[in-house]
């Protein structure tokens, strides 16, 4: 009996001893877990986000400025072939070839209406574009951003000293400064760094 009761004693010992074996082992490995990214940014040192702030401000500076630029140097290029400034207002108007003249003439027909509503009106029942027929040049020319313009134009207390001709034409100037910035930060984005933005509006 005594030999049977101290060899149960031993066995139970021993399944005390490898159960706390096995949790002592379960801890040290939570305590050993890696990293997660949480941490990893609370060890980022505060130089490292003031730079990388420094740089993404830098970047959307020049994206801004090579816009501007591409606006100037178009604005410059009309300038040098038509001599814009120099010419006669009929001249300039003629300068608008083809379907682009159309659009410009329906942008003076609302700036040449009594009111606003009276402009909207005339270019909704519009009977001279077409013989014999009254169209919806909204729906029909999809002429929005024509109307849009007048419509700035008129609210913007800017009639003494810009003539509607340059209006339209820097509005139209204006739109590559959009463009080359959207060029810009889409290739921010898809690459991750500013750099290709840089590269993709020069190219352009």
Same mark, same amino acid.
Not at 29 to 33: A, K, P, S, T
Not at 77 to 81: I, K, Q
């Given at each position: 009996k005594t030999a049977l009761s101290s060899?149960?004693?031993l066995e139970t010992m021993t399944a005390l001893r490898q159960r706390k074996g096995s949790r002592a082992k379960d801890f040290s490995? /939570? @305590?050993?877990?890696p990293e997660t990214t949480q941490d990893t940014k609370e060890k980022t040192p505060p130089s490292e986000s003031v730079w990388s702030i420094v740089w993404s401000v830098a970047g959307a500076l020049l994206g801004v400025s090579l816009g501007l630029l591409t606006c100037i140097y178009v604005a410059t290029?009309? /300038? @040098?072939?038509l001599w814009f400034s120099n010419i006669k207002e009929v001249e300039r108007e003629i300068s608008f070839r083809t379907e682009c003249g159309l659009y410009y003439s329906y942008y003076k027909q609302l700036l040449r209406a009594p009111s606003?509503?009276?402009g909207f009106f005339e270019l909704v029942n519009e009977n001279t574009t077409e013989s014999k027929r009254t169209i919806n040049l909204l729906q029909r020319m999809n002429i929005y951003q024509e109307v849009f313009l007048g419509v700035l134009y008129r609210i913007l207390p800017i009639q003494e000293y810009l003539e509607p001709v340059y209006f339209?034409?820097?509005s139209v100037f204006g739109l590559q400064t959009v463009y080359v910035i959207a060029l810009y930060a889409t290739s921010w984005l898809l690459s991750g760094t500013w750099l290709a933005g840089v590269l993709a509006a020069v190219w352009y």
């Open positions: 060899e149960i004693w490995q /939570e @305590n050993q877990r290029l009309h /300038e @040098n072939d606003i509503q009276q339209y034409i820097y």
